[in-house]
Nanobody, 121 residues
Framework: QVQLVESGGGSVQAGGSLTLSCAAS?????MAWFRQTPGKEREGVAW????????YDIETVRGRFTIFQDSAKNTLYLQMNSLKPEDTGMYYC?????????????????WGQGTQVTVSS
């Protein structure tokens, strides 16, 4: 069983920064951050493979967001810089024990409760 507890969301002005944290327990092969806004599908933002540390992210956040982990603390992070209003949404961390398309929510069996990020212009 994998348990995920997120923290770090909040409200910032455009151009600001936030760091999201996700404390994880239990075996997982990879982890990711997703975001969702009302009426839209959950969108994969960034992914990391637990063992290798290899990462992927989407083009709209590249150069602004960084996914990384502290294995000693069993914590996943998403450092978000140069935030834009379109980054607003509920952010979820997710853990998977399976291989698949990293941005497909269906390969993730475990989800955090979500943390809200609001970016004002």
């Amino acid at each position: 069983q994998v348990q995920l507890v997120e923290s770090g969301g909040g409200s910032v002005q455009a151009g600001g920064s936030l760091t999201l944290s996700c404390a994880a327990s239990g075996f997982r092969q990879s982890m990711a951050w997703f975001r969702q806004t009302p009426g839209k599908e959950r969108e994969g933002v960034a992914w990391i493979h637990e063992e290798s540390g290899h990462t992927y992210d989407i083009e709209t956040v590249r150069g602004r967001f960084t996914i990384f982990q502290d294995s000693a603390k069993n914590t996943l992070y998403l450092q978000m810089n140069s935030l834009k209003p379109e980054d607003t949404g509920m952010y979820y961390c997710a853990a998977s024990r399976r291989w698949g398309t990293w941005s497909d929510p269906r390969i993730y069996d475990y989800w955090g409760q979500g943390t809200q990020v609001t970016v004002s212009s």
